[in-house]
């Protein structure tokens, strides 16, 4: 009896496939998938840093303008002065330094003091609060070309990061609320500036974005940031 020949479509498919697909990825196929996965994740690590740089800049820039608006909100309320430090500059009048950040050992970046004796000075036993810093920050400008915010009423030179000045156009890295509430600024023998000159602004950077906080001679308290694609900056 003559033998029957079975037709099994699924071995025709095996014996006539390419050696390599039955092998799967050569190796020359994985090392580029290596290759195209190690370039997206580093794509993806770099936004990754970046989003976050911004963020801490956007949160120290919200901090000092909270440190100016609980200052003025204190000294209402307290009915006595209290003073805004910031660290672009060594410290008090009398050469006194900005209290340090326990995490880092430098000055905090702002200290609010409830100025109990008047006399203008970062003094023991005086009632204060501190901002601690943020990484990978710094006070200025990187990117905004020295353009000053335009509600920046103090607006001289702003390099140091801070643009208040005294009544002689020196700048400061302080500015003192009154008890009723009104900004004005002093100089090293605490001499302070007629009614409306506590207005100025303070800047800060992390190398690729900016941020400027810009309060008006009453004590009002704004943000912006620098906006690249525009050139200018933004509330």
């Keep these: ?27 020359v196929e994985m090392m580029i998938v290596v290759a195209m996965l190690g370039i997206i994740a580093a794509m993806g690590g770099s936004l990754v840093r970046g989003f976050f740089d911004d963020l801490r800049l956007k949160a120290a820039a919200r901090d000092a303008a909270d440190a100016l608006r609980l200052a003025r909100i204190e000294a209402i309320r307290t ?5 805004v430090f910031f660290s672009t500059g060594p410290g008090d009048p009398g050469g006194t330094p900005l209290p340090n950040d326990p995490s ?14 008047n006399n203008c000075r970062i003094d023991a036993g005086e009632e204060q609060r501190v901002t601690l810093a943020r990484p990978g920050l710094s006070w200025g400008d990187a990117v905004s070309a ?13 390099s140091s990061g801070s643009s208040f ?26 001499t302070p500036g007629a009614l409306g000159s506590g207005a100025g602004a303070l800047y800060l950077t992390n190398g690729k974005r900016d941020y400027a906080i810009a309060m008006s001679a009453l004590g009002n308290v704004r943000v912006h940031a620098w906006n690249g694609t525009t050139g200018a900056w933004s509330q």
């Design 104 to 117: 880092t050992g430098n000055p905090v970046p702002i200290v609010i003091v409830k100025d109990d004796n």
């Design 79 to 83: 009915g006595t002065s209290h003073i």
């Design 1 to 27: 009896m003559a033998r029957r020949l079975r037709f099994d479509p699924d071995a025709m498919r095996s014996t006539h496939e390419p050696a390599h697909s039955r092998a799967g990825f050569t190796l």
């Design 165 to 190: 000045k005294t009544a002689a156009g020196a700048i400061t890295n302080w500015v003192r609320f009154r008890s009723d509430g009104v900004p004005n600024v002093f100089d090293a023998a605490c």
């Design 146 to 158: 020295g353009l000053a915010v335009s509600d920046d009423e103090g607006a001289t030179d702003h």
